[in-house]
């Protein structure tokens, strides 16, 4: 309040107004420069749902409001004066006047590996796979493995993440979004990309509940860069994203259907090596964990994926024959009960009309 209305100011009271579902309110009674006033500090919950569990849900709905209070017709709303930030430190942060956000992060050199797809691509080329390649497949699964080996108790966040897989902006309907119109796509139709959207939901409501499985999630695990490996074989991935925590089957999907993808690149089918490189991922993974169940969780994950790998802008390159197979795996897979490995090429090759 200082820094805000350049005068003396003092704390004389706090107290607590209550709370709802939403947020919790405090008044604060100050003295500035000899004058007693009284301001509101709202506190947004983050432990009731409604996409408020992380501190950034949270940041985004108080700058959002601060705009819209300040941006209502005159008279009609009360003044925001900022929005405030909690650092670790104890002091608070002004977010108020701020339009524009900004992350710095340490520089990804060539010490820092290649880019997992390269081995993928030269795996396509060769035909066959090395020991190096079975190596690093069984690494990367390891890395899962570890990772999702940390759980959290929290049901509103599992939900949350089953919700934003088909809803949110980044995902599932956000992808379909970003698509040109798909009757202007000779690959696919309206009405397919509806039956994906709605064959979504009905997963959606399949899974939602299983919130035992909440684990650690990396949330965008796929090998475009994210996944890379140094030259000693050791792993770094890069940009976790969207999701601290929520379902494991996310990061399966996002890698495996990689696997899946360079086979369809380089051979318009899934055959060997990539079938075996495949079964190696979920073999390993399924052994060290024992987690059957995720193969009845998968399907809307791989949907997702599938949409984004099928997408005309990001792979315009990809002939429209393989888009078609793309999309009908992903309407085939959603009609089936659960992954099966042994059925990625029937889900491929029974092509679904667009």
Request: glycine share 8%; charged share 30%.
């Amino acid at each position: 309040m200082r820094k805000l209305f350049n005068v003396p100011v003092r704390v004389l009271e706090t107290r607590k107004l209550g709370e709802g579902f939403h947020a919790a309110g405090f008044l604060v009674t100050l003295n500035m420069d000899g004058r007693r006033r009284n301001l509101v500090l709202r506190v947004l919950r983050g432990d009731t749902g409604w996409g408020h569990e992380n501190p950034s849900d949270r940041a985004a709905v108080l700058l959002l409001q601060h705009r819209l209070f300040n941006r209502a017709p005159p008279g009609t709303c009360v003044k925001s004066l900022d929005v405030l930030c909690l650092k670790d430190d104890g002091s608070l942060l002004s977010l108020g006047g701020s339009i524009e956000f900004f992350q710095l992060v340490e520089e990804v050199t060539e010490a820092e590996g290649t880019p997992y797809v390269q081995d993928l691509h030269a795996i396509g080329k060769r035909g066959s796979l090395t020991e190096r390649d079975i190596r690093r497949c069984q690494i990367a699964a390891d890395y899962l493995v570890s990772l999702h080996s940390e759980r959290l108790e929290s049901p509103s966040l599992y939900m949350r993440h089953i919700r934003d897989l088909i809803g949110h902006g980044e995902m599932l309907m956000g992808v379909v979004d970003t698509y040109p119109d798909p009757s202007s796509l000779p690959w696919t139709s309206r009405r397919e990309i509806e039956e994906i959207e709605l064959g979504a939901v009905k997963w959606r409501n399949r899974i939602k509940h299983l919130t035992h499985r909440l684990r650690r999630i990396h949330g965008d695990f796929h090998p475009f860069g994210n996944i890379r490996f140094r030259e000693d074989d050791s792993i770094i991935v890069l940009d976790p994203s969207r999701f601290e925590f929520g379902e494991p089957a996310d990061d399966l999907a996002a890698l495996a259907i990689n696997f899946i993808f360079i086979s369809l690149w380089h051979h318009g089918v899934l055959k060997e090596p990539f079938q075996k490189l495949l079964r190696l991922f979920f073999d390993r993974y399924l052994d060290r964990t024992g987690d059957e169940e995720v193969l009845k969780v998968l399907p809307p994950f791989f949907a997702f994926r599938g949409l984004v790998i099928a997408h005309p802008l990001y792979y315009p390159q990809l002939d429209n024959g393989r888009r078609r197979k793309i999309l009908s795996f992903v309407r085939n897979l959603l009609e089936d009960d659960s992954f099966n490995l042994d059925k990625v090429n029937a889900y491929l090759e029974n092509l679904r009309q667009p």
